[in-house]
């Protein structure tokens, strides 16, 4: 049978993926803020993300609501425009969910680019389910 | 203003972050299944990943359906079991997808990392949304 791992219990739980940042669409927003601490305009982050207005503006939404990001309203050549930051706080958390998925990168992609020469014999008895 | 970015269309859309293993459980039961080819029983995956039998089965089901996993039955002791293994093409993806989280963490947490000493000067005329 396969090795016994009671020690390891919630090993691969990963309980520092935050869910409000372990979305793809919120990730790709994160760090364009992150990249850009100036800020970004609502227009700037939907071409850096290539989302549309209604799921950029949902996102968004999700990402002010849990404290992480701030926004900012003026004009840039007389139009109305928005401009998005990140909190001191959201920082702090895209940094320990950054460390957190470097972790999974190292646990996993040494393993998953070796690849085995066949596949490992069942254990006696075991049939496709 | 914000510098511009339109030579960076879709910089940040991190087309490669396949949804299906873009989820939180599911990531951790491939990473399980990746670094046991062996296979892991139902009840070790549990464990593992700190999931109730209702969500294990849950996203195992996804997977299998997107046909990253195979499921094999046996038993073990005399009790029914069900072993599951990544199959060729779920070892696959999940490099892909790995190489682009990897890609991730480069892009974002250099920057993030760095705490700047001050936030930098809003554009003249942006106010508090």
Redesign the interface.
Same mark, same amino acid.
């Given at each position: $049978? &396969?090795?016994?791992?009671?020690d390891?219990?919630?090993?691969?739980?990963?309980e520092g993926?935050d869910?409000v940042l372990?979305?793809?669409a919120r990730?790709?927003? $994160?760090?364009?803020l992150?990249?850009? &601490?100036?800020?970004?305009?609502f227009t700037?982050l939907k071409?850096?993300?290539?989302?549309t207005d209604g799921n950029l503006s949902r996102h968004i939404d999700v990402l002010q609501d849990a404290g992480l990001v701030?926004?900012?309203?003026?004009?840039?050549g007389g139009r109305p425009q928005?401009?998005y930051?990140l909190t001191t706080e959201g920082?702090g958390r895209?940094?320990a969910y950054?460390?957190e998925?470097?972790q999974?990168?190292r646990?996993?992609?040494p393993? *998953? *680019?070796k690849? &085995?020469e066949r596949?490992?014999?069942?254990? &006696?008895?075991?049939?496709?389910?």
């Open positions: $049978m &396969p090795r016994k791992t009671k390891e219990s919630g090993r691969y739980a990963y993926l869910r372990h979305e793809k990730l790709g927003i $994160m760090t364009s992150v990249t850009r &601490p100036e800020g970004v305009l700037e071409r850096l993300c290539a989302l701030e926004a900012w309203r003026g004009s840039d928005t401009l930051r920082r895209f940094v950054l460390e998925l470097e999974v990168v646990d996993a992609l393993k *998953a *680019a690849k &085995p596949a490992p014999d069942l254990p &006696p008895g075991f049939q496709p389910a």
